[in-house]
């Protein structure tokens, strides 16, 4: 009889097959799970260095499966950023600006993040001359909350020649004041024309961004991640040499499933997928975008904005352009993953699919959506049908004040904003995301929002009928994810012969109030049958 090397006992342990944890024993041997059975059966595998780990009634669950997220731009808004998403106002923005500026005199540029005019008491967008105030002769880019603006000041204006001679570029807005001044306001693909300058970073700065965020994913129970392409704003943050140098190095303790551009290039992507094939490190996917954000009024809608009656938005690219790249990828094999936030998108979306299937013939796709925030009830069964995947971000509703959505779309639409368990209803198959940066690298904030439906305050609930139970949402983020790259069979649950990624938390959350999963952090990370992470010792491989 095979030997374990290692057995966690647990009363309470969810494989995600059942609703509720059972008390059972999981076996572990090499990267794979060996047996799981009860205490008494499972004593069989128990060998002379078998290492026994009882952890009461503390709950044991698949390791957790991150189905949406940027590595590199996180690790960059970790370690190389000022955060602004605590500030009230553009002032006090310019001031922690200045104040990290000269905590930090070698940086050339200053980054920061988080800021949202829209949960401040001015709800306009600030403008370069607060920040040159503060900091004139440094340049400055701020990326707002969402990711998809960003504010700079004078300085960095000057260095990438952003004058009122230059024009926007595709699906991409500069500011400007009735005098035609840029503002210092960058709209979606206009965020480039200053990045493309801040971020001159070496291949060492790349390998401990990405290092710091295995050890905080490790620490937060995060075992597979989804690296999804953040848009035509940050191509130059680049790391996939980065990711198999540390798999290379046996120093990859999350499996990562890489997703690049969806642009027609797919002969650069077979290259990829043939180049990124292991267990840990491998292209699952294409992605890219068909929308903004509704604050931006660059979300894609069916019908005009309420606040703003000449635009629905727009398409980052033509729907003509976007049938041909998704027929191609189709036909190639390739999963695609798009952002839609708006309803229009999300139509959209799931029309480009459908139309792929009439022409290259209907398969096991799983193609997504990413985000969902606004949509139009006679497409939620349409995921099904099409066997479209949702992908969601349920914390997503509680990053800014609701007005931001409420007042931008008509008072029908607004009981299908944010959807979540209709879609599960529907009977199509959802993942759970942070979304990270955009959001913190934290699934217990996504699962607690997702049972609960309650905003930002925490005190008030939104559209309350899509609330999900604690066993659904722990099955998005475990066996959900898993499914999304086509790894049901390896992750995902807690079953014999599946690969060794398992997380111990320090309570049972289905004996325990809500308000408790907030508070609920990780005792140990097993990521292919390794310890990665114990609190005990607060050791990280």
């Known amino acids: 009889m095979t030997k374990a090397d290692l057995i966690l006992v647990s009363d309470a342990v969810f494989t995600g097959l059942k609703d509720k944890p059972e008390s059972l024993a999981v076996a572990v041997r090499g990267n794979k799970i060996l047996g799981v059975d009860t205490k008494e059966e499972i004593d069989i595998f128990i060998g002379n260095k078998t290492e026994v780990i009882d952890v009461g009634n503390k709950l044991i669950i698949p390791g957790l499966h991150d189905a949406h997220l940027h590595i590199l731009l996180g690790s960059l808004f970790s370690d190389y950023c000022v955060s602004l998403a605590d500030v009230k106002s553009a002032e006090e923005a310019a001031v922690k600006v ?3 500026a000269e905590e930090h005199p070698e940086r050339n540029w200053i980054i920061g993040t988080g800021w949202d005019h829209t949960a401040w008491e001015e709800k306009v967008f600030p403008d370069r001359f607060i920040l040159d105030q503060e900091l004139p002769d440094r340049p400055v880019m701020l990326l707002h909350a969402e990711g998809h603006y960003g504010w700079v000041n004078s300085k960095a204006l000057e260095i990438a020649d952003i004058t009122e001679d230059t024009k926007d570029p595709d699906y ?8 035609g001044n840029p503002t210092g306001i960058l709209i979606e693909t206009a965020i480039a024309l200053t990045s493309d300058f801040a971020y001159n970073f070496s291949k060492d700065q790349y390998r401990d961004m990405v290092e710091a965020f295995l050890k905080q994913a490790a620490k ?3 075992t597979s991640v989804n690296d999804l392409y953040a848009s035509r704003a940050h191509e130059k943050l680049e790391s996939y040499s980065v990711y198999k140098e540390l ?8 499996r990562i499933h890489l997703y690049p551009p969806l642009n027609g290039q797919i002969e650069q992507a077979n290259d990829l997928r043939e180049k990124y094939s292991s267990e840990k490190l491998r292209l ?4 890219q975008f068909i929308d903004g954000v509704v604050t931006g009024y660059t979300a894609y809608m069916l019908d005009p904005y309420t606040d703003k009656l000449e635009t629905k938005g727009e398409t980052a690219y033509t729907e003509k352009q976007l049938e041909e790249w998704v027929t191609e990828a189709d036909q190639a094999g390739f999963q695609i993953r798009f952002h839609a936030i708006g309803d229009g998108a999300v139509r959209l979306g799931l029309d ?9 013939g209907k398969r096991d796709a799983r193609h997504a959506l990413e985000h969902i925030e606004v949509i139009a009830p006679e497409d939620i069964p349409r995921f099904k049908q099409l066997g479209v995947m949702p992908s969601i ?13 409420t007042t931008r779309v008509s008072e029908e639409k607004q009981q299908y904003i944010y959807p979540n368990a209709s879609l599960i209803e529907s009977g199509a198959k959802v993942s759970y995301s942070t979304d990270y940066p955009i959001a913190p690298l934290e699934p217990m904030k996504e699962i607690y929002h997702a049972v609960t439906r309650k905003d930002f305050t925490l005190n008030e609930t939104w559209n309350e009928q899509e609330k999900v139970t604690l066993a659904e949402a722990l099955k998005a983020y475990t066996s959900g994810s898993a499914y999304s790259v086509f790894r049901e069979d390896e992750l995902g649950t807690i079953e014999t012969d599946k690969l060794a990624d398992l997380v111990v938390l320090d309570c049972n959350l289905f004996e325990e109030p809500e308000r408790k999963i907030l508070e609920t952090q990780v005792e140990l990370t097993l990521m292919n049958g390794e310890v990665v992470w114990k609190k005990t010792s607060e050791e990280v491989r």
């Not at 798999?247 to 999350?254: I, P, R």
């Open 172 to 179: 991409g807005v500069i500011y400007k004041d009735d005098k």
């Open 247 to 254: 798999e290379d190095e046996g120093k990859l303790s999350s």
């Open 98 to 100: 200045r104040e990290y």
């Open 352 to 360: 480009l699919y459908e139309k792929a299937q009439q022409i290259n």
């Open 393 to 405: 971000q349920p914390y997503h509703m509680a990053l800014m004040p609701r007005e931001s959505h």
């Open 220 to 222: 937060l129970g995060v």
């Open 284 to 287: 699952a996917g294409l992605k």
